[in-house]
């Protein structure tokens, strides 16, 4: 059975930080790209970050993002990460992995992440 399970959200105040993680089974995870997606109340889901299978290439970012998230993995324990710095109130959104090879995509459930003022 295919799973992408994602945790870390929480509440945290402007400016901190939360590590979210997704991890993964019923599919070979070094063999799909991952990307991180996210939608807040009322808006369509959006791109937030995306790296290659083997986490060699380079790493791509939504311009509202780059420079305070960092998108990471380890194929040895089907996890990819989405680190977040300085974050902000309009980073609050329901945040998704998605698991992609060719036209095969996987999603996990999300997790709510909420920034205070």
């Known amino acids: 059975q295919v799973q992408l399970v994602e945790s870390g959200g929480g509440l945290v105040q402007s400016g901190e930080a939360l590590t979210l993680s997704c991890v993964a089974s019923?599919?070979?995870?070094?063999?799909?790209?991952i990307q991180w997606h996210r939608q807040a109340p009322g808006k369509e889901r959006e791109f937030v970050a995306g790296?290659?299978?083997?986490?060699?290439?380079?790493?791509l970012y939504a311009d509202s993002v780059k420079g305070r998230f960092i998108i990471s993995r380890e194929n040895t324990k089907n996890t990819a990460f989405l680190q977040m710095s300085s974050l902000k109130p309009e980073d609050t959104a329901m945040y998704y992995c998605?698991?992609?090879?060719?036209?095969?995509?996987?999603w996990g459930q999300g997790t709510q992440v909420t920034v205070s003022a």
């Open positions: 790296i290659s299978s083997n986490g060699n290439g380079n790493n």
């Open positions: 019923g599919f070979t995870f070094s063999n799909y790209a």
């Open positions: 998605t698991a992609i090879m060719a036209r095969s995509a996987y």
